[in-house]
């Protein structure tokens, strides 16, 4: 009898231990691809702020140069809109931070899927605030496009493109509406096929800690 309770124990053991080296592996590697991904985010962050500052400066020169009303408050709020664009991505750069190696993993865990939530919901979201607003503003800036004559405006380059005909117009917002959608889907996308993943595997692995 000893002797078989002495195996019961040395079996639950090796399977204790062994599930605990298994969870370790699957929460390094969940850590690996939640890093990876901080990475991908970190560079999209910086991307996205510097374009916006290049669009700032772009349309500033046009708001300067443009004789057309409505061109040019379309201009202003393009201006508006990069700097509301900043100011998103300054706020996921803050939200990308390093998980505090202090914590309990389970505190780890959970740290990292407010971060990823966070990043679901910016994604989700992103018809409202990052394609619907340019794509208004693209529309008024076009259909504000003048002939330069009417205004005593010299500009080459504008000279020999101006003024639009109608049927340029509508292909140039055809265009738009292509791209504009081609950003929603890219998007929405990246949140089935790598966020949502993710919050799933944090999901799972916080249960885990939790029936414990």
């Known amino acids: 009898m ?114 990823m939530q966070w990043q679901a919901n910016l994604l989700d979201s992103i018809a409202y605030w990052y394609t619907i607003p340019p794509y208004i503003i693209n529309f008024v800036f076009i259909v504000g496009l003048g002939d330069p004559s009417e205004y005593n405006w010299t500009n080459r380059i504008a000279e020999s493109v101006l003024p639009l005909s109608t049927n340029i117009k509508i292909g140039t917002l055809i265009g738009l509406t292509f791209f504009y959608a081609f950003i929603i889907w890219i998007n929405k996308r990246a949140v089935v096929k790598e966020i949502n993943p993710l919050l799933k595997s944090l999901n799972s692995m916080l249960q885990q800690f939790k029936n414990k």
């Not at 057309?68 to 900043?86: E, P, Q, R």
Request: proline share 1%.
């Open 2 to 115: 000893l002797e078989q309770e002495l195996k019961d124990i040395w079996n639950n053991s090796s399977k204790t231990a062994k599930i605990s080296i298994e969870t370790n592996q699957l929460i390094e590697e969940l850590n690996k691809r939640v890093y990876d991904l901080q990475k991908k985010l970190r560079v999209r962050d910086r991307r996205e702020i510097l374009a916006s500052v290049i669009g700032i400066i772009i349309f500033g020169y046009l708001l300067y140069e443009v004789p057309f009303f409505i061109t040019k408050l379309a201009c202003v709020l393009s201006i508006i809109w990069f700097l509301f664009v900043i100011f998103k991505f300054r706020e996921s750069k803050r939200q990308n931070v390093k998980t505090d190696l202090s914590l309990t993993i389970a505190e780890q865990l959970e740290h990292q899927k407010g971060f």
